[in-house]
């Protein structure tokens, strides 16, 4: 399994929001607050592009507050 959080392109300028950087192959939002977890090997699950540690970190700091 991996835990995942969704990617919007758009922000609503949310408190969970975290903006990737410009430099990625993704371009959005990462919305901390909607973890899921999913079979990754079932739906032929691809990394795109890693997000660098301060974003990451971000995001972790943000599920940390309600978890």
């Known amino acids: 399994l ?4 969704p990617i919007r392109t758009r ?6 929001e975290v903006k990737l950087p410009q430099d990625l192959a993704i371009e959005g939002y990462i919305l901390t607050d909607q973890i899921k977890s999913l079979d990754w090997k079932a ?3 691809k990394v795109k592009d890693r ?4 974003v990451m970190q971000e995001c972790f ?4 507050t309600f978890l």
């Open 51 to 54: 997000a660098p540690e301060h």
């Open 61 to 64: 700091d943000k599920i940390h």
């Open 2 to 5: 991996a835990v995942v959080c």
């Open 11 to 16: 922000s609503h300028d949310w408190p969970f």
């Open 43 to 45: 739906r032929n699950f």
